[in-house]
């Protein structure tokens, strides 16, 4: 079944349910889900509503345009997406193979509704496992010009057609230009439970300080390193028994499991922002 | 803030949502929270509305009764509930003591919405606990006339207005007749993870059984011992290194969570039987 | 580091420690781990005990049969394992991918300590996978003859020089003879919380008896159906919102994870089988 | 049945646990659990190993004087615990009282080794949660003097023979004088994952930053605020539908049950410091 998904936010008031789910009642649709959100602390209305789109009376442009119409008087932000669309995914590796293992397998699994046409690194190293995979990879190694090599990238995800960039344990600072022109389009996976162990070496610093439980943290990449709207979280409890090394090997499922979740919430349309925060509605299937 | 919350649920079909959330908006109510899920493979509507009733036009009656109307048109089954009534919770307990600490030291603690006026036995045993908050203790041994005990019981919570009925480890099985009488009003906590280890000395069988994780379910109770609709479980991590009284004891925190989530769920109305299933709705708060 | 590793059980009684203990000790070994368990309960002694033989002054043998004398003398069942032995995995299916994928870029991740040098299958469905790995894949349709169809698996199993054998989602009962057989060395992941929906469709059982959490369960194959040793379990939290399929989909990763779990174990040598049950040692590393 | 833990550790070397089980065989101790561990990454040994002292030959300052002969040669720091003393805590409160609450019912219960012979605090709130259970409660508020007010609560300790002092939601930082007194045995409650959220109002800090999931972490105070030993940690997941009062609520939970099982593993003689980390062994009961 093709679904339209709406994904609204605005200032909160008094008669903004009814007014939305009045008009798309009022088009005839049939409205699958429908999950509403108030934050009372600031005030601010969330919405998530999944209509059947696979018999529609009006083309999807003349849904999006009259609807465009009702957001402007209701003051609304608002994107629509489509199921039967398949988002295009570029994955960026360094070194480490966990993650990207994961999200290729749960493409090829099915789970995932988007396609991965392209693998971009700044190390050689998992060329062979692209190659298994038969994936496109492209290796651009920092060298002295890091503006430059971040064009390359740059331009790659724009002759791919990229929509999603997903950081699969890439191990490079991103500039602020390509943050800001991907701006909640690029998933980080963060091997630490944020905000603790910011930065670099986060198992040795939990070895460090003896924590009972390390974690992992995928959010979107911002300006500021490791400062962006979190996504999803896990933690995995641990103990004495665990050298740095111990620690790093038992966080690589936690890291894939955060990841791929928080992948597949974009991919299914059920993530708003608002500013370094995000509403992440629940799963109905 | 005074609340009226409305849980509602029918066959699934077009336009609901808008009809229910079109006539509170349409008596000017303020919609605090809307979650609305429809079950795709039952074909079922399920919804909870929560109003703010702080400031209303008209009568507690006078909604109601209109709601009624509408209601009768669009076929639903519904409830009512307002947030500044106290349920009136009686608790009954045999010899074990955890369950009974925890819920009282919540109520006390101002967690609860509702008072506890009173505590049944059919063991003298935590006649002392019941002191020590001053809250009425009726001690029912079962005798020879297990129908007669079931009476006095059932008298008692007729005369102090029991709204709840909590077992909270109380260790005899209930008449049809008393489960008939207050059907989706008593919780019970059974000290496994349905539907595994029914019955008799779950945590003695799981120690047999080898099992890795120990559990606790709250259900309402029915007819059938253990069979009612699961409100809430969890379960804890065990290993080898427990016998099974080490099972017991590490189990005890886990019974206590799981039938003070249940006892919340139920008092803040998020809690919808269909059949012998619980639809609950998340916190919002 | 070449590391030794014992496994032992046997009647707990006085001194059992200290004369294994000892015994390393005067043999000038270096003990890396000792973890010992008594079960008050059943009256049994368990023990790993990891030793440092990278500079070992005796040959493998000759350590393994003065250990054999002790044994005799201490009435202890005992195994000996070395570090540097690749265990060699069969891994058979049947449609279901998501376990095999999991299992295939977990061992090319380098974190098995195994080979995987062939799979099987009842099914042609995930010859395509096996492909992208180059792993040899065999297809034996279960056609009339049953019978038939397990010698061929045995015998294949025979002349790959297969050690353990890893059910990830085999969906065929296997015989008494093959079980007995390959006692302790089959590994099966069950798609439920065992003793929870034992048999077939756990998932839809599941929900139509409304649980609210869902859950895999790793054991030895024994014959009786789901009834072996367990090795691990792990459970997820769901909820209303997902149909018999959504929890078929939430499950997998449970799946993935608890086998994966429960494999590691068995290649670490971190499990010894009392009876019906396991003890599982934690990892050290 | 009484038994003698010993805690003991030291720099990791050859046969160290050969002579330590080798004493105690010697002695003709029954041991009844031996939990070693070597941390390979600082190079030392940590061990507990619980005796059966229900039938002992020798007294036991004896015992004590024999082992310290051997502990010395070896080079040893260890304790010895006898399981019939029942440790004396005094619990320091302020104003919220779910911890205090849980503490205490825990205690009457029987799950504490352990006397709860008086209360103490910088508020009189409490006072009436104290007299419900008949315990002895002292207000000292923080005036003008600060190091008079802390003399007075230190002073107190030493009149009641206290062993272990725990800090159920005190919200007054200590001096180091009295941390340094009280080394590894203040036990605080913090009411986030730390290393996050140090310091004042953690559940606001995570509303703001957005994250998935809540923690609490139990650990000995020292001098720097909420930088001791941590003994445990534990999260709950939360979501966009929580206020910072809704995270509030959600976390006392966790932090009831972390709090508890820290003190608990203190009781039990379960927990070895070193630096600033902690070994905590599991529990066999």
């Known amino acids: 079944m093709t679904k339209a998904i709406f994904l609204i936010q605005c200032g909160d008031r008094k008669g903004l349910l009814s007014a939305i789910v009045g008009f798309f009642a009022s088009k005839g649709f049939s409205i699958l889900h429908c999950q509403q959100h108030t934050d009372s602390y600031e005030k601010r209305f969330f919405m998530r509503i999944e209509l059947d ?13 009259s609807f465009s119409s009702v957001a402007d ?3 609304l932000e608002w994107s629509c997406h489509w199921s039967d669309y398949r988002t295009r995914i570029a994955i960026l590796v360094s070194k480490a193979s966990h993650c990207l293992y994961d999200l290729v397998a749960r493409q090829l699994d ?3 509704n988007a396609e991965i046409p392209l693998i971009i690194s700044n190390h050689p190293d998992l060329e062979k496992v692209a190659n298994q995979f038969r994936i496109p990879f ?3 190694p920092v060298g002295e010009d890091k503006e430059e090599q971040e064009k390359k990238i740059r331009d790659l995800l724009r002759r791919f057609d990229i929509d999603l960039v997903v950081l699969a344990r890439y191990m490079q600072i991103l500039s602020p230009g390509f943050t800001e022109e991907w701006k909640d389009r690029i998933i980080n996976i963060h091997h630490a439970f944020l905000p603790a ?8 610093r939990a070895y460090q300080r003896g924590v009972k439980m390390i974690g992992a943290t995928a959010h979107y ?3 500021d390193l490791d400062q962006g709207p979190i996504i999803e979280q896990d933690v995995v409890r641990v103990n004495h028994e665990l050298t740095p090394n111990g620690l790093k090997e038992v966080g690589k499922d936690c890291e894939k499991r955060v990841l791929a979740s928080a992948v597949k919430a974009h991919l299914e349309h059920r993530i708003i922002v608002y500013g370094n925060k995000t509403i992440v509605f629940a799963v109905e299937r």
């Open 73 to 75: 008087e209701l003051n």
């Open 138 to 140: 492209y290796c651009f």
């Open 197 to 204: 162990f910011q930065g670099a070496n986060p198992y040795l």
């Open 221 to 223: 990449a911002s300006e």
């Open 110 to 112: 099915g789970e995932l």
């Open 53 to 65: 789109a696979s018999d529609m009376k009006i083309s999807r442009k003349e849904l999006e345009d």
